[in-house]
């Protein structure tokens, strides 16, 4: 097993930044996958990054250039640094692991931006 443990998520205006953090224990894989993903209100959840645990990052288009997904492997926390937040980046973002045959997910923090 696997927990997942988001924070970080908050209230901030749009132009603002926050950072999330997962901290991930138990049967943790030193090859694995973490990534973000985002849900909001009325919608289907959605990626919005990747990592690898070489640091490889992927992102999806609508956070290109504003977010940045990093991780400590050390620490077995990945972190999504969000800047220049705009009102349709209001979400819960999950966070999840994955290995070679299991996947995990956090359960989740609240991010809302106003506009």
């Known amino acids: 097993q696997v927990q997942l443990v988001e924070s970080g998520g908050g209230l901030v205006q749009a132009g603002g930044s926050l950072r999330l953090n997962c901290a991930a224990s138990?049967?943790?894989?030193?090859?694995?996958?973490m990534a973000w993903y985002r849900q909001a209100p009325g919608n289907q959840r959605e990626l919005v990054a990747t990592?690898?645990?070489?640091?490889?990052?992927n992102y999806a288009d609508s956070v290109k250039g504003r977010f940045t997904i990093s991780r400590d492997n050390a620490k077995n926390t990945v972190y999504l640094q969000m800047n220049s937040l705009k009102p349709e980046d209001t979400a819960v973002y999950y966070c999840k692991y994955s290995d070679y045959s299991r996947d995990y997910w956090g359960k989740g923090t609240l991010v809302t931006v106003s506009s």
């Open positions: 990592i690898t645990s070489s640091g490889r990052a």
């Open positions: 138990g049967s943790i894989f030193s090859r694995n996958y």
